[in-house]
Each structure stands twice: as structure tokens, then as C-alpha cells.
């Protein structure tokens, strides 16, 4: 008997974008195991057989998905002349029959026996006692699906006896033992699939050929729950390998990998990059080999065969480039290296690429220095003039200093610009967004200073506030605190004033609890300290805290090239403040240039707001200047005598006060003495000089 007597012709065709629920379909209504694809037009796409939709199902398939995606590529195939007994099914259930390039017919196991041992084959079998004990489900049903037969694990599967399930359609047994299930569209009691929980059913379905039967097909579900999960298993093993083998590829370092005989394995694109040697030049052979053929000078694989243990060394490529080659071995259950893995980095690129980071750490450090000097420099309204070369010695010393929280002493006469330099430190330094508090020791009266700068506790004296008060240094706290004048300071308060230079450390007035503050010190004065120390009016252990890094900054007299600069700074200043716009002829800059100023700039900037203030015309004129110069005696003064001219009241009496500030000053050598002697506070004689521009010498 050939083939072409029994095959199926002309062959079911399905389109190749038909689904698995189509494919369902056609095999249970055509009785085939098997169908082509056609494409779009028209021409032979391949072949999908039952096999593949069971075997699709089992790997947790959709119903909605296309037999494109499941269907493999390559099918088996017979010629329509060949004898059916001798057919070779390799292993398949469907073959194609191919005459001339053309699939002509289809060919199945079920249309082979037919055709071979005739329609009674079926009715012969003794189905009931060689089905009873499989550990399967099996039924036998009529066309209309009705059980009229099942075997034992019919009755576990179901959790029903034998009364309760003959009679009944298998699609409504399973739906009352719990399945959901997938029905053909066409029949509803045909069922495609079945599942609840860890049980996934395919039905495998034969027709029964005995014509006296009642039965129609013998119906055997299978369980493919256990290939669902070693399906996922196979597909998991596979990402982690596709991720392994990316991860070692992307990898910056070279990698090596041998089996335990020291065999070439793998190697990454990295190791290829650093050696210059092919995968196909070494895959396959064995080190021994490899050194042998003068690929390296010596093997560290095959010292950690001899070891078992991770061995490094130096190796040379090719007698050209040198490496560093780590191997680590791999033992398997039993102790024995399974494989050894090497790690291998160019000595040379890494000395490159260390040497290319120093250098961009240098230029970052260089940039980043001149970029904070432009951001210092670009101001548009700067608050410290730099002229002069020695000013310029001193702006460079002091953001030197900024960087770093040692204490500093600005020494200098007053008015020369101490705070303004603190001010510079605190604004440069990593303390720049938090408090800078400056404080005058001598604008505070003695009995008050220490209240000020520590704070008190509550009714820790007569007139404290009953919350008590926070002092200065607490206000500090984080940031920096500067202390004008320290010359001034008591003796009785400069031994608590050297515990916070040491410590840190400091307890209110009333109080024992010790509080702790993270702050910077700077100190100024105009005062010769060491002198004070020798008079014992300044503890000498203080001034040594004190004057760990000491900044002089020379007084006005020193730097006569900046008053320039100073006086059209101060008239734009004041010009703005006052609403004015005052220019300044040549003879008066001469008159104001060529003087001496003891108070330094502060006794300037004083005069250049006098000027603006007190000159009649918008022109500021050499007779103006002279007379904002001697207003220091009043005598001199036109109008002095005679207030109806012009001048006011108040105008008359600030001039007399000065005037006797300036003779105060002249007799005396301090603030104090100075207080003493005019019968008020010293905080006040500070203020006062401040605001008319004098200063100690």
C-alpha cells in the first residue's frame, strides 16, 4: 500500500496568522493530525501539528496565540510512492507528503493503523481492563461528549464515584470539580483545556471505530502542569546564561575562562581588547599548549591547577605587552576545580588612566581657585579697595586663611579696615552661610561684656530677664564670631575667654552646664598686645591663643596710592544714599590725597560724606575740602560763631563735640581714660569717635 492511496489530499491549510484556538479547531473537526501554513500569498509558510499544540499548551501558551509563534521551522516530510510499512516516522505523529517540491497530502498515525488493521482494531481492545489501572484520566464518550465509561483516576481526579459521573458531559463534571475550562466555540461541550491550582489538563482525543459502539472518542487527559513548570525552569536557566554571558562581556576587565584540564573555555571582547588575541586563536586549547606556542611566557591557570588555590603573577603577551592575571579556582561538589576563572587588567592603561585622573584633580584644583577668585573679584559693589601692593599681600593672605579655621588676630590702627578684612575671612571660608556676629569689646561696658558674649541664666542677677538670655557665642554657633577691640576685654574675663579658644566650651552666667559651640575666632585690636602683656594688662596666655596666625594691615598713610580710589568709592556710596550728585575738582582730590589721616579710612570716608553733605554746589572744591579737613577745630570754621549763618543748631554742636573728643584724645592714650576723664561711659567715647572719624594712635 502507498501513500498516496490513504494520505489526506488535499492537505488542511491554515493562514499564518491563525490561533492556537483555530489550530484546536481544525484537528477536532477534520480528524488530522496536522495542517500547513500558508502565507499571504498563498505560498507554503511550514507545518503545525496536534503535537506542537499540546506541546504549545504545556508551555503555559495562550489560546490567543498565533501557530506562527510555536510552529517550527523545519517539518518531516514523505514521498507519495513510498510504501506505507516501511514509513520512518522520526518520531512524529504527522508527516507531509511531498511530491516535487509541492506538499500534495498530509499522513498520520490514527489514518496508518485504519487503513492497516481495519476498523474492528478499535473494538477489539479490551479498553476496559487495560485502561482501568493507567494513572491517567480516561473516559469514553458519545458525539455528544456524554460519559458513558471512566477509569479510577477519573474518579480521584473528580472526587466522584462511578453513579455520578456516566450519563454526564465531561465539560460539566470538570466544571463542578473545580476546573476552568476552554470549550470549542463551535461545541460546547468539546473541551480544549482544563485547569485549577497546580493541574493543567490537555484532552488527547481518538475516535472510536467500532461501529456498534456507543461510544465515539476515547477522551485521555494529561497532566502537563510538571512540563508548564520545567518549561519556565528551562527559559529562566536560559535568561541567566544570556545574562551571565552579557554581564561578562560588558565587563572593563578581561576575563579567562578554562575547564579543570586547563582547556580555553570563553573569553570576554575585553581580554581581546587588552592582549590582542582572538577568541579563535586560543578556544579550545589547553595553556600547556598555549605557552608552548609562545601565546604567554608562563600560566597562571596552570598554577592554580597545581595549587587549588587563587594564584597572581605578571605575564607577559606575545613577549610584547605586560598584565596582571588573577586565577581563581571553581571546585564542583566533590572538591575538584570545575573550572578556573581569570581576571586580567593592563598594568599600562591603569598607570595612563591614574596618571590622566591626577592631572584633571590638578586643573580641577586650579580651576576651582580661580574661579573663586573671579567670583571674589567681580563685585559690583566691593566692600574692600586693593590698590596697593601691600593690601594686595593682605587680601591674598587672608583667603589663604579662609580655607581653614585657625584663629586669627588682626592687628592694625582703627579705621584701617579690620572688619572689613574679618568680614572677607568669613565670606571666603565653608562657614560663608552661617552667622558671623561681630561684637566691640570696648562699646560694651566691663560689667555688661560677659553677660553679652556667654549669656546668662534665669535671675542670675538683678534686671536679667526671667527667660534668661542667650549670649553671643551661642549666636555663633556653626559660624563666626568676631571680636573687635580685644584689647579692651578685662583681665577677670579673658581667663573664660581662653576656655572657649581651648575647649570650645563655656557655661552662662549662673549656670554650671558646660554648652559647646563649633565656632571660628577671629580677634582684632589696635593695641600693642605684647606691651599689655609685659604691663600685665593682657594675659600672656591668651594672647599666645590669640595670635596663632597674625594679619597686619598697614594704615592709610602706608598705601596713600588707594585714597583715590577710596574717595570715589565713598562719594558714589554717599552720592546714592543721599540722593546727590556731587563731583570732585582736581585741587581738592590734591587736598584730600596729600593728607595725613590718623583715623585712617573710617576718619575718610567720614570727610567724603561731610563734603557731600556740606558743599553748597554740585562741585566740590578745594576750599570745601579744607574746611571738611579742619573741622576738627572749630575756630577755624566759618560760621562757628555765629549759628544764624546757615548752620544749625545741631550742626554747631556736633562740631564742639568733636572738637572735645579730639582734645580728650590728645591728652589721653585710651578710650577708658578718656571715659574717665569726660565723666561718661567708655561705650560711649567708642561711638562717638566712630562717628566723627577719630581713632586712638
Known amino acids: 500500500m502507498r501513500v498516496r492511496d490513504i494520505m489526506q489530499a488535499p492537505i488542511v491549510s491554515l493562514d499564518v496568522n491563525s490561533t492556537l484556538r483555530d489550530a484546536a479547531f481544525v484537528f477536532r473537526h477534520q480528524q488530522t493530525q496536522g495542517a500547513s501554513i500558508v502565507d499571504s500569498r498563498g505560498d507554503l509558510a511550514g507545518v503545525f501539528t496536534h503535537e506542537e499544540l499540546l506541546q504549545a499548551l504545556a508551555n503555559g501558551a ?45 499522513m498520520d498515525t490514527t489514518t496508518v493503523i485504519d487503513s492497516i488493521y481495519g476498523a474492528q482494531h478499535a473494538e477489539r481492545m479490551p479498553y476496559q481492563d487495560f485502561f482501568h489501572g493507567l494513572p491517567a484520566p480516561m473516559f469514553l464518550v458519545d458525539s455528544h461528549w456524554t460519559i458513558g465509561w471512566h477509569n479510577v483516576s477519573a474518579d480521584m481526579l473528580c472526587s466522584l464515584d462511578r453513579t455520578q459521573l456516566c450519563g454526564r ?28 491550582e497546580s493541574v493543567r489538563l490537555l484532552p488527547m482525543i481518538w475516535q472510536v471505530h467500532a461501529d456498534d459502539s456507543p461510544f465515539k472518542f476515547m477522551v485521555l487527559l494529561q497532566n502537563v502542569q510538571d512540563q508548564v513548570i520545567r518549561s519556565r525552569e528551562l527559559r529562566d536557566l536560559r535568561d541567566l546564561s544570556k545574562e551571565l554571558h552579557a554581564i561578562i562581556d560588558s565587563s572593563f576587565d578581561g576575563f ?55 594564584e597572581t603573577i605578571i605575564q607577559k603577551i606575545k613577549n610584547t605587552k605586560t598584565i596582571v592575571v588573577t586565577g581563581t579556582p571553581v571546585m564542583d561538589h566533590d572538591g575538584n576545580i570545575w573550572r578556573v576563572v581569570t581576571n586580567v587588567r593592563d598594568v599600562t592603561e591603569l598607570r595612563n588612566l591614574q596618571a590622566e585622573l591626577e592631572h584633571l584633580s590638578r586643573l580641577h584644583t586650579q580651576y576651582k581657585k580661580e574661579l573663586d577668585s573671579l567670583r571674589r573679584n567681580v563685585d559690583h559693589k566691593p566692600n574692600i579697595i586693593i590698590r596697593s601692593k601691600r593690601m594686595k599681600e593682605v587680601y591674598a593672605q587672608a583667603t589663604r586663611l579662609a580655607k581653614v579655621d585657625s584663629t586669627v588676630l588682626l592687628l592694625g590702627d582703627s579705621g584701617v579696615g579690620k572688619e572689613v578684612v574679618a568680614a572677607l575671612l568669613h565670606e571666603n571660608s565653608s562657614r560663608r552661610d552661617q552667622p558671623f556676629v561681630k561684637v566691640s569689646c570696648a562699646a560694651i561696658p566691663e560689667h555688661l561684656l560677659e553677660s553679652e558674649l556667654f549669656g546668662y541664666t534665669p535671675g542670675a542677677f538683678t534686671g536679667a530677664l526671667r527667660a534668661g538670655k542667650e549670649g553671643l557665642f551661642e549666636e555663633a554657633d556653626k559660624g563666626t564670631i568676631f571680636l573687635d577691640e580685644i584689647g579692651e576685654m578685662p583681665l577677670g574675663l579673658q581667663a573664660k575667654m581662653l576656655r572657649v579658644l581651648q575647649d570650645k566650651t563655656f557655661a552662662r552666667i549662673g549656670g554650671s552646664a558646660p554648652i559647646t559651640v563649633d565656632v571660628r575666632i577671629i580677634t582684632a585690636t589696635n593695641r600693642n598686645l ?58 581738592a582730590l590734591d587736598v584730600l ?6 583715623g585712617n579710612v573710617r576718619q575718610l570716608e567720614n570727610t567724603v560724606e561731610r563734603l557731600v553733605v556740606m558743599a553748597h554746589g554740585d562741585l566740590i572744591t578745594k576750599q570745601d575740602a579744607l574746611r571738611g579737613i579742619r573741622g576738627l577745630d572749630p575756630s577755624e570754621c566759618p560760621g562757628f560763631s555765629s549759628p544764624t549763618e546757615g548752620r544749625s543748631l545741631r550742626d554747631i554742636l556736633d562740631e564742639t563735640e568733636c572738637n572735645v573728643l579730639s582734645r580728650a584724645l590728645q591728652a589721653h592714650q585710651s578710650t577708658r581714660a578718656m571715659a574717665r576723664a569726660l565723666g561718661i561711659d567708655q561705650s560711649t567715647v567708642v561711638r562717638k569717635m566712630k562717628r566723627h572719624g577719630l581713632s586712638t594712635l
Not at 593 to 598: A, R
Request: glycine letters at 6%.
Open 256 to 310: 579567562f575562562i578554562t575547564d579543570g584540564e586547563g582547556r580555553a573555555l570563553r573569553i570576554n571582547r575585553a581580554y581581546e581588547r587588552i592582549t590582542g588575541i582572538r577568541t579563535d586563536e586560543v578556544l579550545g586549547k589547553t595553556m600547556g599548549e598555549l605557552v608552548a606556542a609562545g601565546y604567554y611566557n608562563e600560566s597562571v591557570t596552570l598554577r592554580v591547577l597545581q595549587s587549588k588555590t587563587t
Open 62 to 106: 495562550s489560546m490567543s496565540d498565533t501557530i506562527s509563534c510555536h510552529a517550527k521551522p523545519i517539518f518531516c516530510t514523505i514521498r507519495p510512492d513510498e510504501d506505507v510499512s516501511g514509513i520512518d516516522w522520526q518520531g512524529c505523529n504527522f508527516l507531509a507528503v511531498l511530491d516535487e517540491d509541492s506538499v500534495v497530502g498530509g
Open 530 to 587: 605684647e606691651e599689655m602683656v609685659k604691663q600685665k594688662l593682657f594675659r600672656r596666655d591668651l594672647y599666645y591663643r590669640l595670635n596663632v596666625v597674625p594679619v597686619y594691615i598697614p594704615p592709610l598713610r602706608e598705601r596713600q596710592e588707594a585714597i583715590f580710589d577710596f574717595i570715589y568709592h565713598f562719594l558714589g556710596i554717599f552720592n546714592q544714599k543721599h540722593g546727590l550728585s556731587k563731583q570732585i575738582e582736581t585741587d
Open 593 to 598: 590725597i596729600n593728607t595725613d589721616w590718623p
Open 169 to 196: 458531559t465531561l465539560a460539566n463534571v470538570l466544571r463542578d470539580a473545580g476546573f476552568e475550562i476552554e470549550v470549542d466555540p463551535v461545541d460546547q461541550e468539546s473541551i480544549y483545556m482544563a485547569w485549577k
